[in-house]
């Protein structure tokens, strides 16, 4: 998965990182784009938009598969589920007229910069003792 970043001339100590961060956002861009699939489909009763979901997820299972080879299962499932719900709060306000008022957008806020120091701060040490 990393082979075409070895030729890229991308210092090694920003592989991970990056790799973990494309993993990430992919991820996020198929659960979203199944979750938008679910929801229309649901609205307008249209199978063909219930099978895109469908294929979305299915998708989404086997990348997330492949992506743990090289990625670290927490900080990229995390990552991934910051980035989906940023995506899916911005749609419910902007394509659905959900309003949440102004104490959930500051929960909301909080919740999400817990998550992002989840991901963003340093790990400690993996020593076993």
Known sequence: MTGWLDTS???NSWMF???????????ASLDFAGAIFAKESTQRQHY?????????????YVVYAQILKTAELSIVTIGWVVFL??????VDRFRYG???GATKWI?????????AYLVLAPNGSSSSS
């Open 9 to 11: 001339g991308i210092p």
């Open 48 to 60: 063909g938009l219930y099978i895109a979901g469908a294929i979305s997820f299915l998708m989404l």
């Open 107 to 115: 929960a909301i806020s909080l919740i999400l910069l817990l998550q």
């Open 17 to 27: 990182s990056l790799t973990s961060l494309a993993a990430m956002l992919g991820l």
């Open 85 to 90: 719900q940023v995506g899916l709060l911005l």
């Open 98 to 100: 959900v309003d949440f």
